[in-house]
């Protein structure tokens, strides 16, 4: 595994991340509580130190997974990663900013951006509950909340880092705008954006800028939420409610198909999947410190966490680029 500084912080994270929204439930078609733990400790069996999650995820459960998974586990040598800001329990009161209507066995729960220092402190102490701990290495902003400006919830996260009950503070989804605003007020360490072979919008700006300023990027979806293992096209089908089914309709499936089909040569030849070898591609992309990659069970955890060992040459990241231009 590779071990990568996170910003300006001295915080180690794992190139290959654990990424536990799936691990959830809600939104991915249910989970396997007793797969998911063993996902989760498997990565770690297999050099991945680092757990990104949020409360948002199986609003609540994923944290508690996670805070269940790494007892046993050094804590010292793990990084957990959480969030914050999206509000689904009613503790907002109606304030903030209407985010979308999720389900859970049916029913609709309405979701609020809303990122105010007082929620921000409650929620902090209840995710610390859930994962088993007395401090996260790095709490993010879900999602801004144009309710309450960044200077209010920056101070939420100055006092936190003062109380030592997170080591670093990060935002996820800001426009290089907002973090600029939000760093005039606190060294934030990092974003946390999608990215992968089918979205690159954030190499016109937010890359040039980490460049520049030593900001950490942490990627999320770079499999396009398994669009990319190419297993959508030999098996195809997905729980009605798995959110999926509607947000693959976002990409032309005909060309991704035909070039998930140009580049499976490389991964045939190295012996390795095609998860595998787009993992590897996005880890090596410019400015990326770390990729998030999710698991439902524990060979999927090991296949992700040993991407990072793949080789890729010059030619074959060229010959990769000049397909990906072709869709």
């Known amino acids: 595994m590779e071990y990568r500084k996170l910003g300006k912080t001295d915080l180690a994270l794992s190139a290959i991340t654990y990424g536990a929204f799936a691990i959830g439930g809600n939104m991915w078609g249910g989970n396997e509580k007793k797969d998911s733990i063993e996902s989760v400790q498997a990565s770690i069996d297999h050099g991945v130190t680092t757990l990104d999650t949020a409360p948002f995820y199986g609003f609540g459960l994923s944290e508690e997974m996670i805070g269940e998974a790494i007892r046993?586990?050094?804590r010292t040598k793990l990084q957990l990663l959480t969030k914050f800001g999206l509000i689904w329990d009613g503790s907002n009161q109606g304030k903030g900013e209407f985010f979308f209507d999720a389900e859970e066995s049916g029913r609709k729960i309405p979701v609020y951006k809303y990122a105010s220092k007082a929620s921000v402190m409650n929620e902090v102490e209840n995710s610390l509950k859930r994962l088993r701990t007395d401090y996260i290495?790095?709490?993010?902003?879900?999602?801004?909340?144009?309710?309450?400006?960044i200077a209010e919830t920056m101070e939420a996260l100055e006092l936190l880092i003062q109380q030592g009950k997170i080591r670093a503070a990060g935002v996820s989804n800001y426009t290089v705008e907002q973090v600029t605003e939000a760093r005039g007020h606190l060294n934030i360490?990092?974003?946390q954006v999608g990215y992968s072979m089918l979205n690159k919008n954030i190499e016109k700006?937010?890359?040039?800028?980490?460049?520049?300023?030593e900001l950490g990027i942490i990627v999320y979806s770079p499999m396009e939420r398994g669009l990319l293992t190419g297993k959508y096209f030999n098996e195809g089908k997905l729980k009605e409610?798995?959110?999926?089914?509607?947000?693959?309709?976002q990409f032309d499936l005909d060309k991704v198909k035909v070039f998930l089909d140009s580049i499976s040569p490389i991964a045939i030849n190295k012996g390795v999947t095609l998860s595998q070898l787009v993992l590897r591609w996005t880890s090596l992309q410019p400015a990326i410190t770390v990729v998030l990659?999710?698991?439902?069970?524990?060979?999927?955890?090991?296949e992700n966490a040993k991407a990072i060992d793949i080789t890729l040459t010059v030619d074959e990241l060229s010959y990769i680029d000049q397909a990906l231009a072709k869709i």
Not at 205 to 213: Q, S
Not at 241 to 249: I, S, V, W
Not at 293 to 302: D, K, L, V, Y
Request: glycine share 6%; net charge negative.
């Open 72 to 74: 046993g586990y050094d």
């Open 137 to 149: 290495d790095l709490l993010q902003i879900h999602w801004p909340d144009h309710t309450t400006t």
């Open 189 to 191: 360490a990092s974003n």
């Open 205 to 213: 700006d937010l890359i040039p800028y980490a460049k520049e300023n």
């Open 241 to 249: 409610n798995d959110h999926r089914k509607g947000y693959f309709q």
């Open 293 to 302: 990659a999710g698991a439902r069970n524990a060979s999927q955890a090991i």
